[in-house]
């Protein structure tokens, strides 16, 4: 393939280094607000109320706005985006496993990332099992691609596309009844958080930011923001550098996730393979970013707090098997809750859909897991007679 | 007054909120009486709006500081 100067994947190093910054401060946001996925929908049943899922639905609606206007003015040039496809009950499987895991986990795909970039121990099991989890996709890779094509629910990507002449319509309805809701909980003040940790920013600040950076992304790199196939490179990568043989074989890794011409005429592909491309690019240096930006967060709230204390086993274990899920089933549904929540159901993909329904109850089923396998008595109390006590290390 | 010294720094969510509503119910009477208070020690910073949320909704009052690197809340009778 041949590429112009400074251009990898049809994207240009400025591109990424554009990215990288946008990781940055998302990193940084995400720490602040501890703006968790996992939380909002495990929330639901473990008791029975989440606040931060009404904070995500102002993300929806702000992402939805913007990619609207985005599209309507031209500066979305690939709409839907090569980085979406048709959902299939892969899908809704994938996206049950991913529920579960990212409970059990204790945070999502870019949970995980702000966590450990804060120090979080647990976290980092979690950013490993999600390598490996994908990793161990690649293992499998045919089988369950094959089954992905046979159960194709419907050929549309978007549900704009099913409904061509009402699209417009369908959207301004969603947009109009969207923001009647959020209004009503603004208005009984179910949307401010109080949170007493130093340095917190408004969970809302930080879902409308993370709606205009998702377009920033669109817009540098052709593609919404998207982050999980970065762990299938770093997979890739690792098996390239251990087992090469082995790695050659994988056809998983050769495969392109998307290969398409921008208007520009630059070839834009990408796929999970130990190579440049337009995802390294863009998701690598996405995923760098955020690390970064939470590291720089809690180190200036003296927060940061590697192997200070490290959390019970079973939470080790807890976190490290639901990576290995994480990794594994957003490899089945071909992304993860940041592409199909943060950025597919804004522009209503069907796949993001399909993928949020098998989620909801994963996630129940992994409150379940969590309460019953990981809250065991591993907790130690030290009874004090003094009233100052606390120190303990 | 005796101080219940719960230290959960390090652990994963939603262990924090779960494990500190364990201890207080298992405390519950003492806590009630105004003969002891819960003091959890957590570095999770979300712990610090689920934990007052919650037990400001079950009536006892609450108070979070800041430590070295961590946050001390301390959970008593109501006022």
């Known amino acids: 393939m041949h590429e112009a100067f400074g251009y990898i994947g049809g994207i240009s190093n400025s591109s990424g280094l554009v990215i990288f910054a946008a990781g940055i401060l998302l990193g940084f946001l995400l720490h602040r607000s501890d703006y968790c996925m996992a939380g909002m929908f495990r929330d639901i049943f473990l008791f029975k109320d989440s606040p931060l899922l009404r904070v995500f639905l102002i993300q929806v609606f702000v992402t939805m706005f913007l990619f609207y206007l985005g599209r309507a003015s031209g500066l979305l040039e690939l709409y839907p985006p090569p980085n979406l496809r048709e959902a299939s009950f892969i899908t809704l499987a994938g996206g049950f496993i991913f529920g579960s895991g990212m409970v059990l986990a204790g945070g999502c795909v870019m949970g995980s990332l702000y966590k450990m970039g804060a120090g979080n121990v647990g976290s980092l099991f979690a950013f490993t099992g999600l390598i490996i989890g994908s990793g161990l996709y690649a293992e499998v890779y045919p089988l369950f691609f094959n089954l992905h094509k046979d159960t194709i629910i419907v050929k549309d990507v978007l549900l704009g596309q099913v409904f061509s002449n009402g699209e417009d319509i369908l959207f301004i309805f969603l947009m109009v009844l969207l923001s009647l809701v959020i209004l009503g909980w603004i208005k009984k003040g179910r949307i401010y958080q109080k949170a007493y940790a130093e340095g917190y920013i408004q969970p809302w600040v930080t879902a409308v930011l993370l709606s205009f950076i998702n377009l920033l992304i669109y817009v540098t790199s052709q593609t919404p923001m998207a982050i999980s196939t970065a762990y299938a490179k770093l997979a890739a990568y690792t098996e390239k550098l251990f087992v090469p043989a082995h790695y050659t074989n994988l056809e998983f890794f050769r495969r392109l996730s998307y290969s398409v011409y921008s208007s520009k005429g630059n070839l834009i592909e990408g796929g999970p393979g130990a190579q440049i491309d337009h995802i390294f690019v863009v998701e690598i240096s996405l995923l760098m970013g955020i690390v970064f930006g939470s590291f720089i967060s809690a180190l200036s709230l003296r927060e940061f707090r590697i192997l200070k204390k490290l959390p019970p086993l079973a939470q080790l274990i807890s976190a490290f098997a639901g990576g290995l899920l994480l990794g594994f089933s957003s490899r089945m549904a071909g992304g993860c809750n940041v592409k199909f929540l943060m950025s597919g159901l804004p522009m209503l993909s069907i796949q993001a859909m399909v993928f949020l329904l098998g989620l909801v109850p994963g996630s129940y089923l992994g409150t379940i897991l969590f309460k019953r396998f990981v809250i065991g008595d591993k907790v130690t109390v030290t009874v004090n007679s003094p009233p100052t006590g606390g120190k303990d290390e | ?79």
């Open chain 2, 1 to 79: 007054m005796n101080n219940i010294i719960l230290d959960i720094r390090g652990q994963i969510c939603p262990a924090c909120l779960l494990i500190s509503l364990k201890e207080l119910n298992n405390n519950r009477e003492s806590i009630k009486k105004g003969e002891a208070s819960l003091v959890v020690l957590t570095d999770h910073r979300d712990a610090t709006r689920t934990i007052p949320n919650a037990v400001t909704a079950m009536g006892y009052s609450v108070n979070v500081e800041k430590k070295d690197g961590y946050y001390e809340i301390t959970i008593k009778k109501e006022r």
